[in-house]
């Protein structure tokens, strides 16, 4: 099922999100439901606070290499937890589902070290560098109620003031069903293939 996107400007995304306690049939849906909206949205990460549910988890679509080789399978990570960041970091052009038509450079550390619950109950350890480690940074300030745009120098925030007022006040949608900060929903969903 195709799950509105709730808007960066939301409480909800401002809101530290609960860990997963058993992994249930909720859950299961969920994860299911947010791979789906994932890809309808074309985004390559999503995470739980985005479609209104406030819990720790996070889904990643397949990640491929320069030679268009599959390298990271799409996954589930629930309550992940970096454990380690490299010294290194980069810059990279991020955008969100939840902040439509904005583009900024982010610095982040260009690898990280993860462990997190796969949706089967198994604890992994996971390297991650690359595009991998720079959506899972993304997705999990989402699950702390940090959003992209705070990690932008204070001169590039005053430029997209009035765009980030835009978005806030709904004046800038999105293609996909969005909740507005105010609890409105944009758009319903119609499956024209049923
Ligand atoms: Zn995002």
Redesign the pocket.
């Known amino acids: 099922m195709i799950l509105p996107i709730y808007n960066a400007f939301h409480p909800i995304l401002k809101t530290k999100t609960q860990p997963v306690e058993n992994i249930d049939d909720g859950i299961v849906n969920l994860v299911n439901d947010m791979f789906e909206t994932m890809q309808y949205a074309e985004g390559i990460g999503l995470?739980a606070n985005?479609v209104g549910k406030s819990v720790s988890l996070l889904v990643v679509g397949d990640i491929y290499d320069e030679n268009d080789k599959l390298v990271h399978p799409k996954q589930a990570y629930l309550n992940p937890e970096i454990l380690a960041f490299s010294d290194e970091e980069e810059e990279f052009n991020e955008g969100?589902?939840?902040?439509p038509e904005l583009r900024e450079d982010v610095v982040r550390p260009t690898e990280i070290q993860l462990r997190f619950v796969d949706i089967n109950g198994k604890e992994q350890n996971l390297f991650a560098n690359g595009l991998l480690a720079r959506v899972l940074q993304?997705?999990i300030d989402?699950l702390n109620g940090i959003l992209?745009f705070e990690r932008i120098s204070p001169f590039r925030r005053t430029l997209i003031q009035n765009k980030l007022r835009k978005i806030k006040n709904g004046l800038i949608v999105p293609d996909y069903p969005m909740v507005l900060p105010n609890g409105q929903l944009t758009k319903e969903y119609v499956d024209v293939n049923k």
């Open positions: 995470a985005q969100c589902l939840s902040v993304h997705e989402h992209f």
